[in-house]
């Protein structure tokens, strides 16, 4: 039977393992977000249009976010898993 110290120690080395996932869904989901801002970005009047800077650091944000809404889904599915197995 786990505890929940061996369930935080598996997340940790589950996180540790995936170290480049983690490098390639930001890089990704960065370069994604970050094109497709710019193609919206070119269709807009110039007084409305974003400078590549700030169009640079929301696809960033989004790109964090995507990593940090898998770790979580993985660290989820690693408790239900937990729940399941001592339920």
Known sequence: M????DILAE???MHASDITLL???IISA???TYFI????NRKKPPEER???LA???ISLNVSFFVVVTFFV???LIAGLKYLMSNG
């Open 37 to 40: 801002l710019m193609k919206l």
């Open 50 to 52: 974003r400078s590549n």
């Open 11 to 13: 997340a940790g080395n």
């Open 2 to 5: 786990d505890s929940s110290v």
């Open 73 to 75: 889904y993985k660290v």
């Open 30 to 32: 960065g370069f994604i």
């Open 55 to 57: 169009l640079f650091l």
């Open 23 to 25: 490098i390639i869904l």
